[in-house]
């Protein structure tokens, strides 16, 4: 069954998310799938979240966006701040802002240290920000769900991006490190793990999809390229009613190259 031909509508209803890196690429993907499961969607990027929930609005989805940078202190609580003024709470976080899409693979030793320090303040300390943000928003609701999004290459250890793979290994961590210290809260917090996905960001460097995209179709069992709707199904998972009772868990999604 297709994204988008029904499944689980309505099962977030009343429920309140706020997607990260939500204007574009797997994140775009992920807040359709959350609206049309009946969530009330914030979208938070540093640019074109809004213009991304006209989009939504437009297709009949409760949507809002928001200018955010995830690894500003203050932009992330302004966020979490503008999901309980817009619709009145805040049950789901996708953390999905990410720097992939554009990095350039290159050895370990010729990697500049600004972009390994931006690389891991983005993915790492964006997620931890984000996380800290929307706490005291979920715990007035009396629980919530947290959704990362990491990465296979965190268990594959894929070569030229020891930053990015460090970064996404952090993020596996940190979500079961904050499942430990959140149950008590009745946050629950998981990660999906995509495999190589053909985003808008893949799609505009040239470099990233002449040297992966064949190899990762060859490494599938499923041998087709993976798309940002295939992630929905997993992130809408571990954000409903049937993911109750999991938590600290990463789903590999990558259509059957590594098997976690
Ligand atoms: N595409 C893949 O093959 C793949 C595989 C595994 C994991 N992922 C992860 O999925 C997520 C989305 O990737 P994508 O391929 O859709 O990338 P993308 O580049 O297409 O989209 C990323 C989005 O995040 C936003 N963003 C970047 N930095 C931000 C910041 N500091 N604050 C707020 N927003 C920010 C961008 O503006 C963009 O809209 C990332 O976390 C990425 O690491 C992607």
């Known amino acids: 069954m297709a994204e988008g031909s ?13 997607v990260t890196g939500g204007a574009s690429g797997i994140g775009l ?13 914030l979208l938070a990027d540093l640019a074109g979240a809004e213009a991304a929930a006209d989009m939504l609005r437009a297709e009949g989805l409760a949507a809002e966006g928001i200018a955010a940078d995830v690894s500003s202190e ?6 979490a701040e503008a999901a309980e003024t817009r619709f009145g709470g805040l049950d789901i976080l996708v953390n999905n802002a990410g720097i992939y899409a554009t990095l350039t693979p290159k050895p370990f030793e010729e990697l500049d240290l600004a972009e390994w320090r931006r690389v891991l303040e983005v993915n790492v300390m964006g997620t931890f920000l984000c996380c800290r943000a929307v706490l005291p928003a979920m715990q007035r609701r009396g629980g919530g769900r947290i959704v990362n999004i ?46 190589f996905t053909l985003s808008e960001g893949v799609l505009r460097n040239p470099v990233l999809v002449e040297g992966v995209k064949g190899p990762s179709l060859r490494g599938r069992v499923l ?20 993911a109750a009772f999991i938590t600290g868990q990463t789903l590999v999604v990558d259509g059957g190259a590594y098997f976690h």
Do not use: W
């Not at 029904?6 to 706020?18: I, N, P, Q």
């Not at 993907?29 to 969607?41: D, E, P």
């Open 29 to 41: 993907g992920l807040a359709r799938a959350l609206a049309r499961r009946g969530a009330q969607v």
């Open 150 to 195: 990491s990465s296979g290459v965190a268990f594959k250890g894929n070569p030229y991006m020891a930053h990015y793979v460090a970064s996404k290994g952090a993020v596996v961590s940190l979500t079961r490190a904050l499942a430990t210290e959140l149950g008590r809260h009745g946050i629950l917090v998981n990660s999906v793990a995509p495999g």
């Open 6 to 18: 029904g499944g689980g509508a309505g099962t977030l209803a009343g429920r309140v998310a706020v």
């Open 74 to 79: 203050v932009a992330t609580a302004a966020m």
């Open 223 to 242: 041998a087709r390229d993976m798309l940002p709707e295939d992630l929905t199904g997993a992130v809408c998972f571990f954000a409903g009613p049937d």
